[in-house]
Structures are given as structure tokens and as C-alpha cells.
T-cell receptor, first 114, second 111 residues
Framework: DVKVTQSSRYLVKRTGEKVFLECVQD?????MFWYRQDPGLGLRLIYF???????EKGDIPEGYSVSREKKERFSLILESASTNQTSMYLC?????????????FGPGTRLTVT | KQEVTQIPAALSVPEGENLVLNCSFT??????LQWFRQDPGKGLTSLLL?????REQTSGRLNASLDKSSGRSTLYIAASQPGDSATYLC??????????FGAGTRLAVHP
């Protein structure tokens, strides 16, 4: 079974803190994604990566950065957390290729910024 | 810009009913369409993936169809059970398998 794990289920941080959300997948997938999910707005793509050290902005990258030093690990960084970044953060991975593949999601991290 | 719409937003049915969830998208240039299930406070579980060249996929009591030309997909759930209660999300894939999601249909199946 594909497994995508996220470092924390729940996280509470203060405004201005630097926050790291970690995601690890065990299926040697090339693609990895970070989404956030908010009531009324659904899931939106923040950043994705299609290879080690490669990253691309998604639809809402402002206030975030990412790091992918190893194939299995994709980190989302909030440089200076703000209250409007309180959300559910979901990581996903998939194989890459012309015939596209299922995305597998982690359990999510519910982040509260106070 | 691709937009994905799901109707209805919420549905409550008695156990045993067959039901249909609808998904529509504005740009037919998709690589695939994926249906997910999400339980409260949890991540997403993939249910079915339909490649752009396919018309339908089946898994157990679930059947998903895709009509790319009209920008529509349906998820059919046969003989619904209380354990089917969850939010169902439809997503279409563009380049690099980036997904654009609908807002979801919240399903409640009562005994």
C-alpha cells in the first residue's frame, strides 16, 4: 500500500513563527504536492515538485516556500506564520508520466495560527 | 481557467438507495478525473480514476462515468450504506497531474 505520512496531525503556532510541515512518501513517486483546504474554498494547490530540488508554484503560493532535498520528502515552509494561514494542509504524491496516475494523500495537518 | 462544480452540495438518503453525484468542469483538456472520499477531519481516499480516453470505471458498488466533450462526470453509488456517509470530491488533472477540485458533495446515509 502507498503510504503518505505527515509529521503532525495538529499544530498550534504563534503569528510570526517559522513553521515546517513535513511530508514523506514510501512509493518512490516523482510528483509531490501541497494543498490547503478551507471551508467554502475547497482544496487549492500551494506548490508541487516533479523531481528532487525541482519546485513549481501552484495557485496560492504567497507566504509559502517548499524544499525537496530527497525524493521521498517534501517540506512546506511558512516563513512567518499569519492567522490567515490557519487551515488544513494536505500532502499528496503520484507517479509521473504521460499516462497520469492516482494521487495519494496523507492524513493532513490542521494548523492553527494564533 | 478550469473550474469544477459539484451538485448537489449535500444529500441525505435512506439506506439502500441508489444515488448519483454530479461533477462538471469547464475545460475539456484534462488528463484524467479522479473521485475521492473524505471523512471528517481526515485526508482523502482515492475511489476511482478515469483516464481522459476512458468512459467509465467501476469498483464494487461504485461506478464513475466521464463525458469529456460535455465536461461532465457522474459517480453512481449502488445500494447505499451508512458507512458511505462522507464528503465526495471530484478533481480533474492538468499537466504534471496537478488537480483542480470541486467543493464536494456531503453525503449522509441514514439507517
Amino acid at each position: 500500500d502507498v503510504k503518505v505520512t505527515q509529521s503532525s496531525r495538529y499544530l498550534v503556532k504563534r503569528t510570526g513563527e517559522k513553521v515546517f510541515l513535513e511530508c514523506v512518501q514510501d512509493m518512490d513517486h516523482e510528483n509531490m504536492f501541497w494543498y490547503r483546504q478551507d471551508p467554502g474554498l475547497g482544496l487549492r494547490l500551494i506548490y508541487f515538485s516533479y523531481d528532487v530540488k525541482m519546485k513549481e508554484k501552484g495557485d496560492i503560493p504567497e507566504g509559502y516556500s517548499v524544499s525537496r532535498e530527497k525524493k521521498e520528502r517534501f517540506s512546506l515552509i511558512l516563513e512567518s506564520a499569519s492567522t490567515n494561514q490557519t487551515s488544513m494542509y494536505l500532502c499528496a504524491s503520484s507517479q509521473m508520466g504521460r499516462a497520469t496516475y492516482e494521487q495519494y494523500f496523507g492524513p493532513g495537518t490542521r494548523l492553527t495560527v494564533t | 481557467k478550469q473550474e469544477v462544480t459539484q451538485i448537489p452540495a449535500a444529500l441525505s438518503v435512506p439506506e439502500g438507495e441508489n444515488l448519483v453525484l454530479n461533477c462538471s468542469f469547464t475545460d475539456s483538456a484534462i488528463y484524467n478525473l479522479q473521485w475521492f472520499r473524505q471523512d471528517p477531519g481526515k485526508g482523502l481516499t482515492s475511489l476511482l480514476l478515469i483516464q481522459s480516453s476512458q468512459r467509465e470505471q467501476t469498483s464494487g458498488r461504485l461506478n464513475a462515468s466521464l463525458d469529456k466533450s460535455s465536461g461532465r462526470s457522474t459517480l453512481y453509488i449502488a445500494a447505499s450504506q451508512p458507512g458511505d456517509s462522507a464528503t465526495y470530491l471530484c478533481a480533474v488533472a492538468g499537466g504534471y497531474n496537478k488537480l483542480i477540485f470541486g467543493a464536494g458533495t456531503r453525503l449522509a446515509v441514514h439507517p
